[in-house]
């Protein structure tokens, strides 16, 4: 059963850093570009970045281009999200989620990240 | 990038009626690289069915699509207590990966 499980989220002052991480079971992870999605409170999702299979490539919606950083770890099916230099406009649940050919396969539960003084 | 407009905005109905949703892209994207996703009130998205009709796993057939280029339908026949949740489109053809705005279908 695929299953992808976020962790890391919690209140965090404006300025500071936060980094979450994504845990893979049941597929083989390093096989997939894996992604991060955004949802702020009572609003849409929104892409946050993205990393290809080998982690070679790595792209960022520009909101968060140069304070984020993606990174992944296949030899421990987790993917990870360094969020630098939060502002009040991170505050969101953020999840984790799987490219397939057909979309975005499964996603997470998500983690709340809330920033806030 | 490429913006996804979903229409209408809520779409108030009653179990066994049709629903059809509407997305429109500020320019072209293939079918392939085209989804729909469902969000229940309290869980995470979940994928439901691609621009070439594949169905997520555990997707019924009353899900189905139709479009192409800058148009897109998603349509649910006879509406069950479950389809009441907000769909998203999305294109995931190249980045920035994007989404539109939800349609939230409501009794």
């Known amino acids: 059963q695929v299953h992808l499980v976020e962790s890391g989220g919690g209140v965090v002052q404006p300025g500071r850093s936060l980094t979450l991480s994504c845990g893979a079971s049941g597929f083989i992870f390093g096989s997939y570009t894996m992604h991060w999605v955004r949802q702020a409170p009572g609003k849409g999702l929104t892409w946050v970045a993205g990393m290809s299979r080998d982690g070679s490539n790595q792209y960022y919606a520009d909101s968060v281009e140069g304070r984020f950083t993606i990174s992944r770890d296949n030899s421990k099916n987790t993917l990870y999200l360094q969020m630098d230099s939060l502002g009040v406009d991170d505050t969101a649940v953020y999840y984790c989620?799987?490219?397939?050919?057909?979309?975005?396969?499964?996603w997470g539960q998500g983690t709340l990240v809330t920033v806030s003084s | 990038e490429i913006v996804l407009t979903q229409s209408p905005g809520t779409l108030s109905l009653s179990p066994g009626e049709r629903a059809t949703l509407s997305c429109r892209a500020s320019r072209s994207v293939s079918s392939i690289y085209f989804a729909w996703c469902q969000q229940r009130p309290g869980q995470a998205p979940r994928l439901l069915i691609s621009g070439t009709s594949r169905r997520a796993a555990g997707v019924p057939d009353r899900f189905s699509v139709s479009g192409s280029g800058t148009d897109f339908t998603l349509t649910i026949d006879r509406l069950e207590p479950e389809d009441f949740a907000v769909y998203y489109c999305?294109?995931?053809?190249?980045?920035?990966?994007?989404f539109g705005q939800g349609t939230k279908v409501e009794i």
């Open positions: 999305q294109q995931f053809g190249s980045p920035p990966y994007t």
């Open positions: 989620t799987r490219a397939t050919g057909d979309g975005f396969d499964p």
